[in-house]
Nanobody, 118 residues
Framework: QVQLVESGGGLVKPGGSLTLSCVASGYTFRTLLMGWYRQAPGRQREMVAAISTGGSTNYQTSVKGRFTISRDNAKNTVYLQMNSLRPDDTAVYYC????????????WGQGTQVTVSS
């Protein structure tokens, strides 16, 4: 069983930056696919970014060039660096993990709130 614990959310002004962290335990981290989803009030949960075991990345179109996903296998941690934040980035952000044969979405963290407001 994989446990995921997110941190780093908060309140930030438009144009500001935040870095989310997610520490994984319970499985060999370097073999996990990792990703970030978000869910805004009244909207469906959507994929934000994902990173493979080899470091290949994939982003939702609206965050390309602003967000960067990375992983540190030595620390069992995946990060989401968010720059140039906009009010429509406001959401609960969830860390997710999975396996090569299943994709991400097998395990979920509890979520961390990100609010972008002046």
């Amino acid at each position: 069983q994989v446990q995921l614990v997110e941190s780093g959310g908060g309140l930030v002004k438009p144009g500001g930056s935040l870095t989310l962290s997610c520490v994984a335990s319970g499985y060999t981290f370097r073999t996990l696919l990792m990703g970030w989803y978000r869910q805004a009030p009244g909207r469906q949960r959507e994929m934000v970014a994902a990173i493979s075991t080899g470091g290949s990345t994939n982003y939702q179109t609206s965050v390309k060039g602003r967000f960067t996903i990375s992983r540190d296998n030595a620390k069992n941690t995946v990060y989401l660096q968010m720059n140039s934040l906009r009010p429509d980035d406001t959401a609960v952000y969830y860390c997710t993990a999975g396996f090569i044969n299943t994709g991400i979405g097998q395990y979920w963290g509890q979520g961390t709130q990100v609010t972008v407001s002046s």
